[in-house]
């Protein structure tokens, strides 16, 4: 409502805040309804260590329950000063605001991008899902990373200027990743991955790089595991035994 762009996943607040406590009242409005001052004023980190999504709440020490214990929600300038802190690469998708009465629903798109540029992080590190206002976004920041949520035509590439393209997991091919790069020299991003063999699919296919719901998982994963269809496992037995 203030015109400062925030980090939240889910449409309302309930689940991963104390929206319910701290604004009763409020705690089904949309998260942008509220200001920034009223977000600082939530806590985002106990939701994780109550309900453990991931399993892991057990393998993390006292400092980093209570650093999660104290999380805040994030602002879109923190997050893009703290890639540039890191050296990491940005990417984030979009949402227009819900509420027709909200003073930035006409604006939001150059409100993020003044955002992410007021982070002075470098504009190549910035990967931008291209959308509305593309051409106002190439004209103001010709340095983004312009990436497509889809498959698409050379028109569209050419126009705005595609280099990546994020497809599900479950539509790759190892011919279709290098289709994209040899004509197009387009790199594809795989989503969703949450268990070690979608990941390692992603790896052995040629992805340059994989959205994940357990970035730990993926991260301690050093080498793709070896997964193959019921089919395939069957017909490399059957060698086996003939050998």
């Known amino acids: 409502m203030d015109g400062i762009p925030f980090l939240i996943h889910d449409v309302t607040l309930r689940r ?3 929206v319910a406590d701290v604004f009763p009242d409020r705690q089904y409005r949309a998260a942008e309804a509220f200001k920034l001052i009223e977000l600082k004023q939530l806590n985002a980190g106990k939701w994780f260590l109550h309900q453990n999504p991931y399993g892991t709440v057990h393998s993390l020490s006292k400092s980093k329950k209570d650093k999660i214990m104290r999380q805040k929600i994030m602002s879109l300038l923190d997050l893009a000063n703290l890639a540039k802190l890191n050296n990491k690469m940005l990417i984030f998708d979009l949402r227009m605001p819900r509420d027709w009465g909200n003073p930035h629903i006409q604006d939001y798109i150059p409100v993020i991008v003044e ?10 590190k910035v990967m931008w899902i291209s959308g509305p206002m593309n051409e106002y976004v190439m004209n103001v920041a010709p340095g983004f990373v312009q990436v497509y949520g889809a498959e698409t035509n050379t028109r569209n590439i050419i126009a705005r200027k595609i280099k990546m393209l994020i497809l599900e997991y479950n539509t790759l091919s190892e011919r279709l990743i290098w289709h994209y790069k040899d004509m197009y020299n387009i790199s594809i991003i795989s989503y969703t991955s949450s268990t070690e063999w979608t990941y390692s699919l992603a790896w052995c296919q040629g992805a340059y790089a994989v959205i994940s719901d357990d970035p730990k998982m993926h991260r301690d994963l050093t080498k793709p595991i070896f ?8 017909v490399l037995w059957e060698n086996v035994l003939q050998k």
């Open 227 to 234: 997964a193959s269809t019921p089919h395939e496992y069957h």
């Open 115 to 124: 955002t992410v540029l007021k982070s002075r992080i470098d504009q190549s």
């Open 16 to 18: 991963t805040s104390d």
